[in-house]
């Protein structure tokens, strides 16, 4: 009789590096880990080589030295006495601006077509096609420079606005100055006073938020609905308007006026930034339409039946029912769009807008010869807004999760 | 008794809807004037697209083809259709078409490109419609290496060389797993190539090369612009991002912590920069990374940073599709007890890559309209050239028609792509 025994547990071998799955996993990972770091070394120390043959070894302190060069469009101090540094900082400000102010305009503009693209009205709907396809499938690039163009070649120069027969005229009530140079508008003077007219209007936009929480309990409570909206609209506009007039009009408005060869006074709107702005607001709006469309398709038929046999009235389905399904499909795909708006407003220096690119990617490098320090710096800051914005998503995301069972 | 009968024996003719419940009444009661609101939409929206119509119509036909600058093109418009008449000079494209198509390219040479465009759709075809016998698939792995050959020309001997790297490894790969594990094969798969590029393929190619010299006019690169350099970068980019954006997925998902950090981190840092910093550093950075003294030329370096931007995202696409695929794939391809590279290779990436073609498709679009920004660093791609013709003092002043036809060209390329990856998903979407 024979019997059956255990294979003898041998000690470990070399071999079961390769063969067993136990060690095998390390064996590969230090397999990589060892040509990851040669090839990355191998990179890093051709560029140490270059560099320091060329007499530039790495060093960060020319962003301390003064820049020389001016950039018209700033939301803080700077002329060219300042430094490099500075410069940059000006960039990334306007960088974020652009961003911003694009952000919120490709919202609205996506979402209203991305609503009318579902319109039972076919022309409507089929305008609504022909914009989203004409936009998508063109560059960005593209329509940037075509905005910039049509600022330049279409309006009107800033003399065709002098005598009395005069080309162009100003428009809404003599307040705003279109021209090729820029788009001049009425910029605020803030009086004595106007700060009590601000604080007001702070406190009645918290007053909205008061409200409308006390407003839910209330309907929580005893069932009774307000009309919020209308009360809102109310709390927003009355208050801070009876303050304006009690004070005596605080704030008055600065009209650009033409003077010499340019309108001076009022808030003077560069075509570069204007474009910039425009241009990606369209094409980026041209996704989040699509995205909002397909979010709006991915709420089934059956929940708008049962929410219409709950006896709920249209407003109220969408707003309680298809509206927060609908952003969970929705959010997330519109996020990734901000951040190639973010990412594509680095096409700035097309048109000369003096975003981080064009400073520091720009005229601080050619200036200075730093290419390696310069793209180090302006890829670590592009990283830092991409991660903020991914980890702001992942936030969300965790936050509306379907539970599932 | 008389036949009386209450109820019609012949019936009575078929009457005509109602006016306003049939044909176009209806329809458009319906579709465009259902209510007060829509109807004034309709109405708006109409009146739009005459506004539009009527200022861009006009200006489009009143044009001229023929002329030979700006000046004569406008005089021809004024003789045409009355002085004052504004209308499009569509001469500038009929005069320039080759050069935004070709670039600089050596106009005798135009054909190469032309061969190089028609092949192309004979190697993407077979990987696009199932019908096609499999064996065209081989001439979609030679294409990439004879188009290079083709556009850029030289000796055949290079191209050949790199293939044969590749058959090397392939060698390599089954020689060694038979000998020893297929870990260490797949490690000899990497080296043996790459020690063969690096050391021994130049110097075998020369010798060839002067044994049987088979060679055509070289091109260079900088001869290279318009459309042709577009497509190229864009086909290049895409074909060398995928099978890069597949070890990149692979790492991805992988269970080994390290493999996996190297991976994340490469693909989250292409995606979180812009583009045009990746072409900055094509630009003014590259050269720094090699050993010194190396130089190759812009196109190539702006070719390699757009394949790595273009693997980043390649790499999410596919990683989409390996988790598109229902864990049954796996765990059946464990239970016949494949091996990971077996049921890789056998099982889950021919899935996983079906999956993805729709969206390697929008990846293609998306990377074919960011060739544009080439232009920026000084490439003469469409909009490059575009700047180009206008400095010339024949066409200065021409805006609209240059941007309107390449607005148009790429409306058209990515447009097609789009519907054609549309089609695509809803043909896949029938499986289940």
């Known amino acids: ?405 | 008794m008389s036949n009386v009968s209450y109820v019609r024996t012949v019936m009575l003719q078929e009457q005509a809807p109602p006016a306003s419940q049939a044909g176009i009444v209806k329809w458009l009661r319906e579709n465009m004037f259902s209510n007060i609101p829509n109807s004034i939409l309709s109405i708006a929206a109409l009146w739009a697209i005459y506004y539009v119509l009527n200022d861009v119509l006009p200006w489009a036909f009143q044009s001229s083809w023929n002329a030979k600058s700006l000046g004569e093109c406008r005089s021809v418009i004024a003789a045409a259709y009355g002085e004052g008449a504004s209308g499009a000079c569509w001469a500038v494209i009929n005069d320039r078409f080759l050069q935004l198509v070709f670039g600089f390219y050596p106009s005798e040479l135009y054909w190469r490109p032309i061969v190089a465009f028609v092949l192309m759709f004979a190697a993407i075809a077979p990987v696009l419609f199932d019908g096609l016998p499999r064996k065209m698939l081989r001439f979609t792995m030679i294409y990439p290496f004879f188009a290079f050959w083709l556009l850029w020309g030289g000796s055949l001997w290079v191209p050949l060389m790199i293939i044969a790297g590749f058959v090397l490894g392939y060698l390599a790969f089954g020689v060694v797993s038979k000998m020893a594990s297929s870990l260490v094969g797949m490690i000899a798969a990497v080296l043996v190539p790459i020690l063969w590029w690096l050391f021994l393929a130049g110097d075998v190619a020369t010798m060839l090369q002067s044994i049987i010299p088979l060679s055509i006019e070289a091109v260079s690169s900088s001869n290279f612009g318009g459309f042709m350099l577009s497509i190229t970068i864009g086909v290049i980019g895409i074909a060398l991002s995928l099978p890069i954006g597949i070890v990149l997925a692979l790492g991805r998902q992988s269970d080994l912590m390290i493999v996996k950090v190297i991976c994340v981190g490469f693909i989250e840092f292409i995606r979180g920069v812009p583009l045009i910093t990746l072409l900055f550093v094509a630009s003014t950075l590259l050269n720094y990374f090699m050993p010194p003294g190396t130089n190759f030329d812009l196109i190539l370096r702006v070719i390699i940073m757009v394949t790595l931007f273009a693997s980043a995202y390649m790499a999410e696409v596919i990683r989409g599709g390996l988790a598109a695929l229902p864990k049954g794939q796996y765990e059946g391809a464990d239970s016949l007890g494949l091996d990971f590279w077996q049921s890789t290779r056998l099982i889950i990436m021919p899935q996983a890559l079906k999956i993805s073609i729709p969206n390697i498709v929008s990846s293609f679009i998306g990377l074919f309209k960011d060739t544009t920004l080439v232009s920026i660093i000084g490439l003469l791609d469409p909009i490059g050239l575009s700047t180009n013709i206008r400095a010339n003092q024949e066409w200065n002043g021409v805006i609209w028609e240059l941007y309107g036809f390449i607005a148009l060209v790429f409306w058209v390329f990515c447009f097609s792509m789009s519907r054609y990856s549309m089609y695509l998903e809803r043909k896949l979407q029938t499986g289940h």
């Open chain 1, 1 to 405: 009789m024979s019997t059956i025994t255990d294979p003898e547990q041998g000690g470990f071998r070399i071999s079961m590096l390769l063969y067993d799955t136990r060690y095998r996993s390390i064996t590969i990972q230090i397999i990589a880990l060892i040509g990851f770091l040669l090839a990355l070394g191998w990179l890093i120390g051709n560029a140490a080589q270059n560099l320091a043959a060329l007499g530039k070894p790495l060093n960060f302190s020319f962003l301390g030295d003064t820049s020389g060069y001016d950039i018209n469009q700033r939301l803080i101090e700077y002329n060219s006495q300042m430094t490099h540094g500075r410069a940059a900082v000006v960039g990334l400000l306007n960088t974020l601006l652009v961003a911003v102010l694009g952000c919120i305009t490709a919202t609205v503009i996506g979402v209203i077509i991305g609503v009318l693209r579902l319109s039972k009205n076919w022309i409507i709907a089929k305008i609504m096609t022909v914009y989203i396809e004409t936009f998508r499938n063109v560059p960005v690039l593209l329509w940037i420079i075509m905005t910039m163009a049509i600022f330049i070649e279409v309006f009107p120069k800033p003399s065709d606005f002098r005598g009395a027969d005069a080309v162009a005229s100003m428009k809404l009530f003599e307040s705003v100055a279109v021209t090729n140079r820029g788009i001049f508008i009425p910029s605020p003077i803030f009086g004595s006073g106007s700060m009590a007219v601000i604080a007001v209007f702070i406190l009645s936009i918290v007053g909205i938020f008061v409200f409308g929480r006390w407003a839910h309990k209330r309907q929580d409570e005893t069932g009774q609905i307000l009309p919020t909206f209308w009360i809102k609209l109310a709390i927003f506009f009355v208050p801070s308007i009876i303050v304006f007039y009690v004070l005596g009009q605080p704030i008055s408005l600065e009209y650009p006026v033409l003077k010499g060869f340019n309108f001076k006074g009022g808030f003077h709107m560069r075509n570069s930034l204007i474009a910039l702005w425009f241009a990606l607001s369209l094409y980026t709006a041209a996704f989040i339409a699509e995205t909002v469309r397909s979010g709006i398709q991915a709420v089934s038929k059956g929940q708008t039946e049962a929410a219409a046999a709950l006896g709920l009235r249209p407003g109220r389905i969408t707003s309680l029912v298809v509206l927060p399904q609908a952003l969970r499909v929705i959010i997330p795909p519109m996020i990734s769009q901000y951040m190639n708006l973010t990412k594509n407003s680095s096409l700035a220096i097309a048109v000369g807008y003096m975003d981080i690119t064009g400073t520091l990617g720009g005229v601080t490098l050619n200036q200075t010869g730093r290419e390696m320090e310069s793209l180090m710096i302006l890829m670590a800051i592009y990283l830092t807004i991409s991660l903020t914005i991914s980890t702001v998503m992942n936030v969300y995301n965790e936050r509306v999760k379907l539970r599932e069972r």
